[in-house]
């Protein structure tokens, strides 16, 4: 009982030292326990928690550091160098007691550049936008601008939570994550920083200096100053790279988040916007998340796919690029479809007689675009953004663009999401006519229409459609605005976009409802995130890590033409949904080796013919080639053979002495076996899903799991893709001495590839 008194006492001494002016007061009355018998290990815990909350910084070490609180400005640097310094200390960390890192790698650990400038975004601007948050997700806007600007920016972003550990504030940021596409890290804190929480940015030149700049919110003048001044700053430091060599290219300045990266193995990724032609014959889904716009009948099945991959590239509709698609017109006299190119700030046209997509207006032309089609525009002075410059910020550009109507005046009206700015655009021109800002003007100019636009919803419950589509954003009191570009009206039924369940939604007038089946996969092609270029040489960002390799094998083998055979066994509890296509297959042969799997002649030559010769032989096949005329009706491409249950793949290669890599890679639609779907619980059909996706990282697993719960469907009907990634080496031994010394002895050979996926 007396070394628990005297502990306490020398506790009691502390106080006068940690807290001042009212703190102290209030502490008065904990001097009453020390006749009490409370442990001196609970009486710590009672003093870290209230030093948290007055904003104090307590070292590991068991001392305590005292902020004054008689100056204001001093007190405020004081709690901002303490938040620097707590996320310098959680670099290495991904996940510790008092803190998580969202939407980062576990191996990916240099998002912040230390020698470089940090943008630290703190405060409670994920929470759910409503009400008086308008002004913080105005900074998210702001931030993501900044990011595309200025790419050597790392970008952070910073909130204090309850509990690290809640699963509800994860899976919460993960859907803020994938709506608003937040590609930069997010650090949860159960710690409170006083001065941050409301919100607020600084800039920091590194994790070691002072910040540059705070502020509550981001005055885009002053802080694209200060964004000046330290760039300059960092080009006379000569921390720029020096880009010498002709072969060097630039890391791609767009990013993915990686908190929702594993649902991109869903056919669909946040469809947000959904459009039909007249006749009702095409339906245009914005597969926002996958970049890309999906064309389908009434029946489901695909019949054509705009966009490759993110970025900002005009051509034909399997090279073109766009970036967070949304709300599309289609303009039935030009058979064009017009998007709202989101993160690009432009809105694109899609020439489906020409198959091909152009920028119609761009607002900021901030990337370079060296794509082929581009070069050919250029060259012709056929190129519209020919004679643009770069537009800084201002309230007048296009910035994300979300939302299009047509006006009677044959105008497009655009829309951000968030209901605050209205673009007027001359549908010919591309020229925008006027800007209206504010929702109240807004209303007096498109309100009637968007209240005739969402008029079929009103019969359907409006906790109905919350569980469905995330529609956080309205125009003034229009119920069910924020759905305006999410649904279609069909003659007797309603097509909606579930971006909840990643589907889109069959809504018959008899409330009876059903998930579309989406058929003719093999139009979607190969997914971006699955084709890499393997011989691409980064000097400004990190080398191509690959990806799980399914299969690793290597041949020692005499030089000649070599038949590969691929037999792939599907993992058990699943089954494909459609054939594997000849177009979604892709082949990389790298080293001594050539692929010759497309070429119709079978007759070898005793002669090495050059990758270069070869690239030239081809192009003047293409140049004399007449291709055969394909009929509208049936434009499919070849499948691929399925053998009790088993996918076969072909590839030939002619190889030459020396060492060659073959990478073959494809998607493969699965869904759960119709022999489990009614005995397996939901959560046993995530937890298949997931061994299926993620079958090397539990942490991985466990997140996908509850992605896949928070979907609120039956699992057994999503159809996911499998990526199949098989990697063959082959070693080439120098062929036998041929009695002419001119002579090369060739040998064919073949080889069976068994892949199990189990």
């Given at each position: 009982?007396?070394?628990?008194?005297?502990?306490?006492?020398?506790?009691?001494?502390?106080?006068p030292?940690?807290?001042?002016g009212?703190?102290?007061?209030?502490?008065?009355?904990?001097?009453?326990?020390a006749?009490?018998?409370i442990?001196?290990?609970?009486?710590l815990?009672?003093?870290?928690?209230?030093a948290?909350w007055?904003?104090?910084h307590?070292?590991?070490?068991?001392?305590?550091?005292?902020?004054?609180?008689?100056?204001?400005?001093?007190?405020?640097?004081?709690?901002?160098?303490?938040?620097v310094?707590?996320?310098?200390?959680?670099?290495d960390?991904?996940?510790?007691?008092?803190?998580r890192?969202?939407?980062?790698?576990?191996?990916?650990?240099?998002?912040l550049?230390?020698d470089?400038?940090?943008?630290l975004?703190?405060?409670?601007?994920?929470?759910?936008?409503?009400?008086?948050?308008?002004?913080?997700?105005?900074m998210l806007?702001?931030?993501?601008?900044?990011?595309?600007?200025y790419?050597?920016?790392?970008?952070?972003?910073?909130?204090?939570c309850s509990?690290?550990?809640?699963t509800?504030d994860h899976?919460?940021?993960?859907?803020?994550i994938?709506?608003?596409?937040?590609?930069?890290?997010?650090?949860?804190?159960?710690?409170?920083?006083?001065?941050?929480?409301a919100?607020?940015?600084?800039?920091?030149?590194?994790?070691?200096?002072?910040?540059?700049?705070?502020?509550?919110d981001?005055?885009l003048?002053?802080?694209?100053d200060?964004?000046?001044d330290?760039?300059?700053?960092?080009?006379?430091?000569?921390?720029?790279?020096?880009?010498?060599?002709?072969?060097?290219?630039?890391?791609?300045?767009?990013?993915?988040?990686?908190?929702?990266?594993?649902?991109?193995?869903?056919?669909?990724?946040?469809?947000a916007?959904?459009?039909?032609?007249?006749?009702?014959?095409?339906?245009f889904?914005?597969d926002?998340?996958?970049?890309?716009?999906v064309?389908?009948?009434?029946?489901g099945?695909?019949?054509?796919?705009?966009?490759?991959?993110?970025?900002?590239?005009?051509?034909?509709?399997?090279?073109?690029?766009?970036?967070?698609?949304a709300?599309?017109?289609?303009?039935?006299?030009?058979?064009?479809?017009?998007?709202?190119?989101?993160?690009?700030?432009?809105?694109?046209r899609?020439?489906?007689?020409?198959?091909?997509?152009?920028?119609?207006?761009?607002?900021?032309i901030?990337?370079?675009?060296?794509?082929?089609?581009?070069?050919?525009l250029d060259?012709?002075?056929?190129?519209?953004?020919?004679?643009?410059?770069?537009?800084?910020?201002?309230?007048?550009?296009?910035?994300?663009p979300?939302?299009?109507?047509?006006?009677?005046?044959?105008?497009?009206?655009i829309?951000?999401?968030?209901?605050?700015?209205?673009?007027?655009?001359?549908?010919?021109?591309?020229m925008?006519?006027?800007?209206?800002?504010?929702?109240?003007?807004?209303?007096?100019?498109?309100?009637?229409q968007?209240?005739?636009?969402?008029?079929p919803l009103?019969?359907?419950?409006?906790?109905?459609?919350?569980?469905?589509?995330?529609?956080r954003?309205?125009?003034?009191d229009?119920?069910?605005?924020?759905?305006?570009?999410?649904?279609?009206?069909?003659?007797n039924?309603l097509?909606l976009?579930?971006?909840?369940?990643?589907?889109?939604?069959?809504?018959k007038k008899?409330?009876?409802?059903?998930?579309?089946?989406?058929?003719?996969?093999?139009?979607?092609?190969?997914?971006?995130w699955?084709?890499?270029?393997?011989?691409?040489?980064?000097?400004t960002?990190n080398v191509?890590?690959e990806?799980?390799?399914?299969h690793?094998?290597?041949?020692?083998?005499?030089?000649?033409k070599v038949?590969?055979?691929?037999?792939?066994?599907?993992?058990g509890d699943?089954?494909?949904?459609?054939?594997l296509?000849?177009?979604?297959?892709?082949?990389h042969?790298?080293?001594a080796?050539?692929?010759?799997s497309?070429m119709?002649?079978?007759?070898?030559t005793?002669?090495k013919?050059?990758?270069?010769?070869k690239?030239?032989?081809?192009?003047?096949?293409?140049?004399?080639?007449?291709?055969?005329e394909?009929?509208?009706?049936?434009?499919?491409?070849?499948?691929?053979?399925l053998?009790?249950?088993?996918?076969?793949?072909?590839?030939?290669?002619?190889?030459?002495?020396?060492?060659?890599e073959?990478?073959?890679l494809?998607?493969?639609?699965?869904?759960?076996?119709?022999?489990?779907?009614?005995c397996?619980e939901?959560?046993?059909?995530?937890?298949?899903?997931?061994?299926?996706?993620?079958?090397?990282?539990?942490?991985?697993?466990?997140?996908?799991?509850?992605?896949?719960?928070?979907?609120?469907?039956?699992l057994?009907?999503?159809?996911?893709?499998?990526?199949?990634?098989?990697?063959?080496?082959?070693?080439?031994?120098?062929?036998?001495n041929?009695?002419?010394?001119?002579?090369?002895?060739?040998?064919?050979s073949?080889?069976?590839?068994?892949?199990?996926?189990?």
């Amino acid at each position: 009982m007396a070394f628990r008194y005297r502990s306490f006492r020398r506790v009691l001494t502390l106080v006068p030292q940690l807290l001042s002016g009212q703190g102290c007061h209030e502490w008065g009355e904990a001097t009453k326990l020390a006749s009490s018998l409370i442990p001196l290990a609970h009486t710590l815990e009672f003093v870290d928690k209230t030093a948290a909350w007055r904003g104090l910084h307590i070292s590991r070490c068991g001392s305590f550091s005292r902020l004054s609180t008689f100056a204001e400005t001093s007190k405020g640097v004081s709690h901002e160098l303490d938040l620097v310094a707590f996320i310098r200390s959680t670099l290495d960390h991904v996940e510790g007691p008092s803190h998580r890192w969202i939407n980062i790698s576990d191996s990916n650990k240099e998002f912040l550049n230390k020698d470089g400038a940090t943008l630290l975004v703190a405060g409670a601007f994920l929470d759910d936008p409503a009400g008086s948050q308008v002004d913080q997700i105005n900074m998210l806007g702001k931030v993501k601008l900044v990011q595309q600007r200025y790419p050597w920016i790392q970008i952070l972003g910073f909130r204090s939570c309850s509990s690290i550990c809640s699963t509800v504030d994860h899976d919460h940021l993960v859907n803020i994550i994938m709506e608003e596409y937040i590609t930069f890290p997010i650090l949860l804190c159960s710690k409170i920083f006083p001065e941050i929480a409301a919100g607020g940015c600084m800039l920091l030149k590194g994790l070691k200096d002072p910040p540059l700049y705070h502020g509550k919110d981001i005055d885009l003048s002053t802080f694209i100053d200060a964004i000046k001044d330290l760039g300059q700053q960092i080009k006379h430091a000569g921390s720029a790279n020096k880009l010498d060599s002709p072969w060097s290219k630039h890391c791609e300045e767009f990013k993915e988040p990686y908190a929702c990266s594993y649902m991109q193995n869903l056919i669909l990724s946040l469809p947000a916007c959904i459009s039909a032609d007249g006749s009702g014959n095409r339906i245009f889904i914005s597969d926002s998340n996958h970049h890309r716009v999906v064309i389908f009948d009434d029946n489901g099945t695909i019949l054509d796919v705009i966009g490759s991959s993110p970025g900002f590239e005009d051509g034909d509709f399997e090279s073109a690029k766009l970036m967070r698609p949304a709300a599309s017109y289609y303009h039935a006299s030009e058979d064009c479809l017009y998007i709202v190119d989101s993160e690009n700030h432009a809105i694109r046209r899609a020439d489906f007689g020409k198959r091909v997509l152009e920028t119609l207006h761009a607002a900021s032309i901030y990337k370079d675009r060296n794509g082929f089609w581009t070069w050919i525009l250029d060259k012709l002075g056929f190129r519209r953004d020919a004679g643009m410059k770069p537009v800084e910020f201002d309230s007048e550009s296009l910035l994300f663009p979300w939302h299009l109507l047509k006006s009677v005046d044959d105008e497009l009206l655009i829309m951000n999401k968030r209901f605050n700015s209205l673009w007027i655009m001359d549908i010919q021109s591309g020229m925008i006519r006027n800007v209206v800002k504010g929702q109240k003007n807004m209303m007096e100019i498109c309100g009637q229409q968007i209240v005739d636009k969402v008029s079929p919803l009103k019969d359907l419950s409006h906790d109905f459609l919350q569980q469905l589509v995330y529609s956080r954003y309205m125009l003034g009191d229009i119920t069910n605005s924020g759905l305006v570009s999410s649904f279609i009206a069909r003659e007797n039924r309603l097509l909606l976009c579930d971006t909840v369940a990643q589907r889109v939604l069959m809504i018959k007038k008899d409330d009876t409802s059903a998930s579309i089946e989406f058929s003719n996969l093999g139009n979607l092609g190969l997914p971006y995130w699955l084709s890499c270029c393997s011989e691409t040489a980064f000097t400004t960002s990190n080398v191509y890590k690959e990806a799980h390799v399914d299969h690793l094998q290597s041949f020692t083998l005499f030089p000649g033409k070599v038949d590969v055979h691929l037999i792939i066994d599907i993992p058990g509890d699943t089954e494909l949904v459609e054939p594997l296509e000849e177009s979604c297959v892709w082949r990389h042969v790298r080293g001594a080796a050539l692929d010759v799997s497309r070429m119709d002649s079978t007759v070898t030559t005793v002669e090495k013919v050059g990758v270069a010769q070869k690239w030239y032989d081809d192009l003047d096949g293409l140049a004399f080639e007449v291709k055969p005329e394909v009929s509208s009706e049936v434009k499919t491409t070849p499948e691929r053979n399925l053998e009790d249950g088993k996918i076969h793949i072909e590839c030939a290669i002619n190889t030459s002495p020396g060492t060659s890599e073959v990478i073959i890679l494809a998607p493969l639609y699965l869904k759960i076996r119709n022999s489990l779907k009614t005995c397996k619980e939901n959560q046993e059909k995530a937890a298949i899903i997931a061994e299926i996706l993620k079958p090397d990282r539990r942490s991985a697993r466990h997140a996908l799991v509850r992605s896949l719960l928070s979907l609120k469907r039956d699992l057994g009907e999503v159809v996911f893709i499998k990526p199949l990634f098989v990697k063959l080496k082959f070693e080439i031994l120098n062929p036998p001495n041929a009695q002419n010394s001119r002579d090369i002895i060739l040998t064919d050979s073949a080889v069976d590839v068994n892949v199990s996926l189990s």
